[in-house]
Structure formats: C-alpha cells, structure tokens
C-alpha cells in the first residue's frame, strides 16, 4: 500500500535536514541586522524555494520543466503555513519572555519548524506532487494508471 513511502521519507529527511541547517544559519545571519520575524520570513523564503526544487526532484522525482512554476507556487502555499508557524512560535516567545536570549528563541522556532516539516511532507505527498495532477512522477507510491480497454463501453469506463 504504501510503496516508495520509504524512499519517499529518507530523501525528505535528508532535504529536509540540509534546508533546516541552512535555514538556521540564514536565520542567525539575518537576525544579526533585522528583526526575528523579518530574518524568519526571509530565511523561510529561501530555503522554501531549494526545499520545494529539491524534493520535486529527489523525493518524487519529477523531472523536466512541466509543472515547475506550479509547483513552487503550490510550494508558496506550503511556505505561508511553515510562516504562520514558525512565525506564531516566535511570537508567542516575546510574548511570554520578551527579554529571552536567543537560544530560546531558536529553540521554540526549530520546534515549530519541525511541525512545519511535518504539514509539508503531507501537503508535498499529497498535493503538490500527487501522482494524479499531472507532470510524470517516478515511482511516487502505489497509484498506477489503469488501462481501458477498447471494447469497453464509454459509460463503464473510469478515469
């Protein structure tokens, strides 16, 4: 049932690693001259575009051009909600301990990162690279296309 969920996972896992790493690191370099939710956002925008890229190749193994841009936008979608969480988490940080030191900043948004990578590996499966839309997705689960065959009549046939 859910063939090349494995393959799926450890290719999102590393993705996902490497993005959450350069996310930090972006994170840290900006909060150095702009504002947590600001240096957030732009590290967010980032490293969203390489995920997005990176696991429609490598995860789902779509290749070519086709589909790419809706990919990304759909991609975008996936961004505004790993903003809205990241971005809730830090503020509920200043809220509660406005003068907390940055650990725990980080801290608290590498959580909401986290539940955030979770809502993307659904969302990515699930939509934005579903077997079913459209571009050619290898060995992307177990949804195979049926063949019709001719002599079936048009009101019988599915699909």
Same mark, same amino acid.
């Not at 967010?44 to 779509?62: C, D, H, P």
């Given at each position: 049932?859910?063939?090349?969920?494995?393959?799926?996972?450890?290719?999102?896992?590393?993705? &996902?690693?490497?993005?959450? @790493? %350069?996310?930090?690191?972006?994170?840290? #370099?900006?909060?150095?001259? *702009?504002?947590?939710?600001? $240096?957030?956002?732009?590290?967010?925008?980032?490293?969203?575009?390489?995920?997005?890229?990176?696991?429609?190749?490598?995860?789902?193994?779509?290749?070519?051009?086709?589909?790419?841009?809706?990919?990304?936008?759909?991609?975008?979608?996936?961004?505004?909600?790993?903003?809205?969480?990241?971005?809730?988490?830090? &503020?509920?940080?200043?809220? @509660? %301990?406005?003068?907390?030191?940055?650990? #725990?900043?980080?801290?608290? *948004?590498?959580?909401?990162? $986290?539940?955030?990578?979770?809502?993307?590996?659904?969302?990515?499966?699930?939509?934005?690279?579903?077997?079913?839309?459209?571009?050619?997705?290898?060995?992307?689960?177990?949804?195979?296309?049926?063949?019709?065959?001719?002599?079936?009549?048009?009101?019988?046939?599915?699909?």
């Amino acid at each position: 049932m859910f063939k090349g969920l494995a393959r799926h996972l450890s290719a999102f896992a590393v993705i &996902g690693a490497l993005c959450t @790493l %350069a996310w930090l690191v972006l994170y840290l #370099v900006f909060r150095m001259v *702009m504002p947590s939710l600001a $240096a957030n956002a732009l590290s967010l925008v980032i490293t969203t575009v390489a995920n997005t890229a990176a696991n429609r190749r490598f995860t789902f193994g779509v290749t070519g051009s086709e589909g790419a841009l809706r990919h990304q936008l759909e991609g975008g979608v996936v961004f505004l909600i790993g903003l809205a969480l990241s971005s809730g988490g830090l &503020g509920l940080v200043h809220w @509660l %301990a406005p003068t907390a030191p940055r650990a #725990v900043e980080i801290t608290a *948004m590498l959580g909401s990162y $986290a539940l955030a990578t979770l809502v993307r590996f659904v969302l990515l499966g699930g939509w934005v690279f579903h077997p079913r839309r459209g571009a050619a997705v290898g060995d992307a689960g177990d949804l195979e296309p049926v063949e019709i065959p001719e002599s079936t009549p048009p009101s019988t046939r599915v699909g």
